[in-house]
Nanobody
Framework: QVQVVESGGGLVHPGGSLRLSCAAS????????MGWYRQAPGKEREMVAV???????TYAASVKGRFIISRDNSKRTVYLQMNSLEPEDTALYYC?????WGKGTLVTVSS
């Protein structure tokens, strides 16, 4: 059973940064499209950033220029660098690789 596990969430002040990690239990990073999604309280889950196997990236308009998705195949890990965080970025962040989803890591942006 393949698992993906997110980490790196926490409480951060507005304007701060966090780096989320998504570790896969099998060699699937770089083989399938990878992505980060988030769900804020009372809202639908939305795409944050997606990276294709060819390293093409797509970002939600609300995070473009602030967030960066990357991967390290040797570590079987996908990252999401989040800069200039805003209270509106508060959400449970999920990693997705192929059909595998993690359970999420909570990011709270508050002063």
């Amino acid at each position: 059973q393949v698992q993906v596990v997110e980490s790196g969430g926490g409480l951060v002040h507005p304007g701060g940064s966090l780096r989320l990690s998504c570790a896969a239990s099998a060699t699937i990073v770089g083989i399938y499209t990878m992505g980060w999604y988030r769900q804020a309280p009372g809202k639908e889950r939305e795409m944050v950033a997606v990276m294709s196997t060819g390293d093409d990236t797509t970002y939600a308009a609300s995070v473009k220029g602030r967030f960066i998705i990357s991967r390290d195949n040797s570590k079987r890990t996908v990252y999401l660098q989040m800069n200039s965080l805003e209270p509106e970025d508060t959400a449970l962040y999920y990693c997705n690789i192929h059909r595998y989803w993690g359970k999420g890591t909570l990011v709270t942006v508050s002063s």
